[in-house]
Each structure stands twice: as structure tokens, then as C-alpha cells.
T-cell receptor, first 114, second 116 residues
């Protein structure tokens, strides 16, 4: 069983719409959750981190965490063509700070159509 | 800020040669750096965790004698791919974590290695 699972997509949304990206994880003890954006041929860039249940908003992005259901999601409001990329969910499943091992999902490809 | 650089950004080498990739944290001290590999259309796979001043911790299946990691200072880690072969061709990405208190990883721009 994969540690972190994402729908590979592609997810296509029209410009201006809300894009909803989902991620589930297997380790119930996970504490830290991250969303990264990766453009083709580039390295990941951090969008948001979330540590507590509920919503966390940053501009057009909202991360949602539900530890009981073991899922984390990312909402992108007013989607723009420049948001077209692969979105990676990362989970820190190690309780020891010294190890801090991230498990990445396979990513969801988002296409925002003008 | 949290800027991480990598050098070179791309490299082409002949089979059997060794290639060194540098990862630097430019505006912070990184107690821990991570090395990932990403094949086309696949996600990042952690190769090893590098702590300053100590030996790297390698993931299962990663040959430590083939992928040499040196974390000599709080701002520099190097990955040397020894006796590279075409199957080592990949996108190698490092990330760095700031001092204690934060587990966020900041990624370098990556190095694309092509072994002929």
C-alpha cells in the first residue's frame, strides 16, 4: 500500500473556476502535510503546509486537513492558466524530528483552460 | 527567504565516469539536506538523508557506494554518482531543511543527468 495517494489526473478546469486536489495517506500518526507545485522540468516549490485539522488559507489557496479520515486537500480559487502544473502532496510520517522523512504522492496534473 | 541552489543544472557524461552535484542553501543554514531522484512522469523518490558532519542515511535499495554523499558544512551537500550508467539518467533534486523547529523542505532547482 502506498503511503500517499493522489489521483494522477489530469484534472481540467476552466479559468476562474475552483480546482480541488485530494490526497490520502496511510500512516494515521502523520503530523505534517505539504502541498508542492511542480512545473514540467522544474523542481517542486512549496505552496502550503498544514499541521492541524481544518482549513488554512493563503491567498487563492486553501489547504484542508482531516486526520480522522486521513486526507488532505488543496483548493485553488479563481484558477489561472499559470496554475497548470503537477501538484504534489507530501506527508511527514516520522515522529522523530531527526528523520523527517517525506513521502510524496505521485502528483495530480492540473490543466486550467483559458 | 529559503533559497537552495544546485550545480550544475544539467550534465551529460559518458558511461563509467563520475559526476558530482552540489546543493547549497544560500540564505540559511541547513542542518539536514535530502537527495531525491525523479524519473519521467514519476514522483520524487528519496535517495538519502544527509546530516551535517555525519554519514548519510540511505533509503532501501540505494547503493551508498554508488551514490556518495558528503555534507561538509551547514550550507553545502554534494552527491557524487560514481561509475554512472545510462540507467542513472534522471532528474536529481536536493532539498534542505532549516534549523530545528521547522520540518519544511525547500527544494533546489534540480540537476538533469544524462549518461550516454
Amino acid at each position: 500500500q502506498k503511503e500517499v495517494e493522489q489521483n494522477s489526473g489530469p484534472l481540467s478546469v476552466p479559468e476562474g473556476a475552483i480546482a480541488s486536489l485530494n490526497c490520502t495517506y496511510s500512516d494515521r500518526g502523520s503530523q505534517s502535510f505539504f502541498w508542492y507545485r511542480q512545473y514540467s522540468g522544474k523542481s517542486p516549490e512549496l505552496i502550503m503546509s498544514i499541521y492541524s485539522n481544518g482549513d488554512k488559507e493563503d491567498g487563492r489557496f486553501t489547504a484542508q486537513l482531516n486526520k480522522a479520515s486521513q486526507y488532505v486537500s488543496l483548493l485553488i480559487r479563481d484558477s489561472q492558466p499559470s496554475d497548470s502544473a503537477t501538484y504534489l502532496c507530501a506527508v511527514n510520517t516520522d515522529q522523530s524530528y531527526n528523520f523527517n522523512k517525506f513521502y510524496f504522492g505521485s502528483g495530480t496534473k492540473l490543466n486550467v483552460k483559458p | 527567504g529559503a533559497v537552495v541552489s544546485q550545480h550544475p543544472s544539467w550534465v551529460i557524461c559518458k558511461s563509467g565516469t563520475s559526476v558530482k552535484i552540489e546543493c547549497r542553501s544560500l540564505d540559511f543554514q541547513a542542518t539536514t539536506m535530502f537527495w531525491y531522484r525523479q524519473f519521467p512522469k514519476q514522483s520524487l523518490m528519496l535517495m538519502a538523508t544527509s546530516n551535517e558532519g555525519s554519514k548519510a542515511t540511505y533509503e532501501q535499495g540505494v547503493e551508498k557506494d554508488k551514490f556518495l554523499i558528503n555534507h561538509a558544512s551547514l550550507t553545502l551537500s554534494t552527491l557524487t554518482v560514481t561509475s554512472a550508467h545510462p540507467e542513472d539518467s534522471s532528474f536529481y533534486i536536493c532539498s534542505a531543511r532549516k534549523q530545528r523547529g521547522s520540518d519544511t523542505q525547500y527544494f533546489g532547482p534540480g540537476t538533469r543527468l544524462t549518461v550516454l
